[in-house]
C-alpha cells in the first residue's frame, strides 16, 4: 500500500477496469455481509418486538410502534454523531497509521456516553412530548412510558456502535455480527418472558418488549467493547495507549458527527413526522403503518450495510490518494445496493401477503397493510440508493453537502408529499409511502450528481500534480 499518486496510477492502469470492479465487489461483500448481519441485527431487535407484541394485542403494537417511531430519531441523530468513528478509522487504516485507530476508538466512548446520556434526559418527556404531537391521551402515555424504557437502553446502543465502527474501519466487521446475533437470542428469550408473563408475574405487554430491548443493548455495549479491549494485536492499535492533544483532538470527530447526525436525523425525523401523522389516521393505520415501516427499514439493512462498507472502501482509497479507486469504490457499493434492494423489492411485491401476515392474524390490519407492503417495492432502490451515495461522499470527508441535500428532500419533498397524499387526497398510508418514494429518488439523483462532480475534480487535480 502506498500514499504516491504515481504509484497508484500505475497500479490501477496495470489492474484494469474489470479487474477492479471485481475487486471492489468483492471486498464490499466481505465487508457489507457482516455488517447487514450486525445492521439487521438492530432491526431484528425491534422485528421480535413488533411480531411478538402484534400476535399479544394489535392495542399494544400500536403504543409499542408509537414510542419505537418517536425514539428513532433521537437514536439515529445520536448514532450518525459517532458515525466518523468509522470514517476516521478507516482513513487512518488506509493512511497506515494504525496508532491513530485506537484513540479515535477511545474518544468515541465517550462521545457515546455523553450522547446518550442526553437521550436518556429525553426520554423522561415522552409522554409530553406525544401530546405536543398531537396523540389522543392513551396513546401518549402508553407510548410516553415505551419511549422512557427504550431511551434508557440508548447509550449501550451507542457504546456498541463506537466499538462496532472501529473494527469496521479495520476491516475486521464478524465480531460485532456475532455479538448482535447473540444479543437477539437474548432479546427473543426475554420478550416471550415478559410479553405475555409467567406464573411470577403478570404479562408486560409492549413494556415488556421494551424492557427486553433494553436490556440486550446493554449486553451489546459490554460484549463489544470487551473485543476491541483484549484483541491479540491491542498494541498495534494503541488501544490502550495514553489519549493526548485535550479537547482540540476530538474536532473533527466532532465536525463530522454534527454534520453526519443532522443528515440522518433529519431523515429519521421525516420518517417520524410521517409516523405522526398514521396515528392521526387512527390506531388500525398507525400499526399498519409501523409494521410497514418496519419492513422498509428491514430491507434497508442491505443498503445501510453495503453503505458502511462502500464509507470504508473509499475512505481507504482516500487516505492513501488513489481518488480514481475512490471513485470506482462509490459506484460500485450503488451497484451491489441497486441489485440488493430490486430483490428486497421483487421479493415484497409478490408476498405481500405472507409478509404483513408474520406481523398479526388481525383481518382488519391485514386489509391495512397489505397494500402499503406490496407499494413498498418501489420504495427499495431509490431510499438504499440515497444512502448509499451519502456514504460514498462522507468516506472522502465530504460531510455538510449530503446534510444539506437530504434536509432538502425530505423536508422539502417527503414529509409534503406524504401528508398531501394520505390527508389530502385521502389514500391511506400508503399515501405516506408516496412520499418516500419521491423524497428518496431526489435525494439520490442530487447525492449521485455531487459524488461525480466531486470525483471528477479530484481525479484531475491529481492528473494536474502529477505533470508537474
Not at 409522554?127 to 434508557?152: K, N, P, R, W, Y
Request: aromatic share 10%.
Amino acid at each position: 500500500m502506498s500514499n504516491d499518486p504515481h504509484v497508484a496510477k500505475s497500479r490501477i492502469a496495470s489492474e484494469g477496469l474489470k479487474n477492479r470492479v471485481v475487486r471492489h465487489t468483492s471486498e464490499l461483500v466481505r465487508l457489507a455481509g457482516p455488517i447487514v448481519v450486525s445492521r439487521s441485527g438492530f432491526l431484528m431487535l425491534a422485528l421480535a418486538d413488533t411480531v411478538m407484541t402484534g400476535r399479544y394485542s394489535t392495542v399494544e403494537l400500536a403504543y409499542l410502534s408509537i414510542g419505537m417511531g418517536v425514539v428513532m430519531p433521537l437514536l439515529v441523530t445520536a448514532i450518525g454523531m459517532i458515525m466518523g468513528t468509522l470514517i476516521l478509522t478507516a482513513n487512518a487504516f488506509g493512511g497506515e497509521h494504525y496508532r491513530e485507530c485506537g484513540p479515535v476508538w477511545r474518544r468515541s466512548l465517550v462521545y457515546a456516553c455523553i450522547l446518550g446520556s442526553g437521550c436518556v434526559v429525553v426520554g423522561f418527556f415522552g409522554e409530553s412530548l406525544m401530546l405536543l404531537l398531537g396523540q389522543t391521551t392513551d396513546v401518549a402515555h402508553d407510548g410516553g412510558e415505551i419511549f422512557l424504557i427504550l431511551s434508557l437502553g440508548l447509550p449501550g446502543h451507542l457504546l456498541f456502535l463506537s466499538s462496532s465502527y472501529f473494527l469496521e474501519g479495520i476491516g475486521r466487521p464478524k465480531m460485532g455480527m456475532f455479538v448482535m446475533i447473540w444479543a437477539n437470542i437474548l432479546n427473543v428469550i426475554l420478550n416471550w418472558v415478559l410479553i405475555d408473563g409467567t406464573s411470577w408475574f403478570g404479562p408486560l405487554g409492549s413494556e415488556g418488549a421494551a424492557w427486553a430491548t433494553t436490556a440486550s443493548r446493554w449486553f451489546m455495549a459490554c460484549s463489544a467493547a470487551g473485543i476491541v479491549w483484549y484483541m491479540a494485536d491491542h498494541e498495534r492499535f494503541n488501544i490502550r495507549g495514553k489519549l493526548t492533544g485535550g479537547f482540540s483532538s476530538w474536532q473533527e470527530l466532532r465536525r463530522m458527527g454534527y454534520a453526519i447526525g443532522l443528515s440522518v436525523g433529519v431523515e429519521s425525523t421525516a420518517f417520524a413526522a410521517l409516523n405522526v401523522i398514521a396515528g392521526w389516521l387512527g390506531k388500525l393505520p398507525l400499526a399498519a403503518y409501523g409494521l410497514t415501516l418496519n419492513l422498509v427499514a428491514l430491507a434497508f439493512m442491505i443498503a445501510i450495510g453495503v453503505g458502511s462498507a462502500t464509507a470504508v472502501r473509499v475512505g481507504v482509497a482516500s487516505g492513501r490518494g488513489d481518488h480514481q479507486d475512490a471513485a470506482l469504490a462509490g459506484w460500485t457499493g450503488l451497484g451491489v445496493s441497486s441489485v440488493g434492494m430490486l430483490i428486497a423489492g421483487i421479493s415484497a411485491y409478490f408476498f405481500a401477503g405472507p409478509l404483513a401476515g408474520i406481523y398479526t392474524d388481525d383481518p382488519a390490519l391485514l386489509r391495512e397493510a397489505i397494500i402499503s407492503v406490496a407499494f413498498i417495492a418501489w420504495v427499495f432502490v431509490p431510499d438504499g440508493g440515497q444512502a448509499v451515495m451519502a456514504n460514498a461522499l462522507r468516506g472522502r470527508k465530504d460531510v455538510w453537502a449530503p446534510s444539506i441535500i437530504q434536509t432538502v428532500s425530505f423536508y422539502g419533498v417527503l414529509v409534503p408529499v406524504g401528508y398531501t397524499s394520505a390527508i389530502i387526497f385521502e389514500t391511506g398510508v400508503v399515501g405516506l409511502f408516496h412520499g418516500i418514494l419521491c423524497g428518496c429518488t431526489v435525494s439520490l439523483i442530487w447525492l449521485s450528481l455531487r459524488f461525480h462532480r466531486l470525483a471528477r475534480r479530484d481525479i484531475k487535480n491529481a492528473e494536474a500534480r502529477n505533470l508537474q
